[in-house]
């Protein structure tokens, strides 16, 4: 099981150069990926192409960019050229999004979120398979009168959904090479998630899933107050039905239930759980949360568990 890291510069003059900064703590301090979320700002793809070529060996990817709003076109154009900057080491995560973001920021009816992510999907792993897509959905169109590979990119940019609920999960079973729950604990994934996923992987004849657990968490001493800012900065999840649903499938009440605060014992313990309920990959999100020398604390002891 590998461990990484999710960055988030706090108020850099240049995010760009922070982030990189950032990535080569983490290479340092022996994790082995770096992610980078997408809202609308920096484009993740690209930030995550700059990081990885400036960081060799780090893995990097996306977690994660919304179909709505896009094109499978010009992600896989993004993907692949990634792809082609890292030299095999960068990792595509797709997402619904939610309705908030989707039909505020981009104008866009959040309407028929599955068959959207289904269709994307299909055309997303034509192109990057092959370089070419000819394909005709009900709400997507994918076609290439021009070829679409990008040279120095590897066949197959590993493709990943934050998929958690049981729709979501079986398309992605179908479709993409593994999953990127976030807010999902141990007892959600062993019991709801990993099954759900992996049979649907089996069916469709695929490998066994990549379960690539997004895990808000920090080494610090300071526990009740790193979990009342915790608290409040998670607080928006907690009004996304997906993210609800699988807070209390995990046994939490609020988004921060499920963070993995405490001393270097407690969080090891955590990350346990998590392989344990079938995660491959632990990635760390919110490590900022506490101030600098937390941060440091807990990618040490995160770079230790990869090792």
Sequence with gaps: MTVGVSLNPIDPTNQIDASVQLAKEAADAGLRSAWFGQTFGAD????????GREVPGLHVGTSAIPVFGRHPLHVSSQAQTAQAATHGR???????????????????P??????RLREFLTAVRQLNETGSADFHGELLTA???????????????????AAMGPQALRVSGELADGILPYLAGPRALAE?????????AEAAGRPAPRIVALVHGVVTDDVDAVRATVTENLAFYEQVPSY??????SGGQRAADVAVIGDEKKVAAE?????????????FAGTEVAGAADRRRTWALLGELAG
């Design 44 to 51: 993740s793809p690209q930030l995550a192409a700059i990081v």
């Design 90 to 108: 960068y990792h595509l995560g797709l997402a619904l999004g939610t309705k908030l973001l989707t039909e505020v920021g981009f104008g866009i």
């Design 110 to 115: 959040f309407e028929r979120p599955i068959a």
């Design 143 to 161: 076609t290439t009168p021009v070829p679409a590979r990008v040279p120095g990119a590897e066949p197959g940019v590993p493709l990943l959904v």
């Design 192 to 200: 709801h998630i990993v099954p759900a996923v992996t049979a649907a």
């Design 244 to 249: 609800a649903r699988v807070i209390g499938l």
């Design 271 to 283: 990350v346990r759980r998590y392989r344990d309920a079938g995660a491959t990959e632990v990635v």
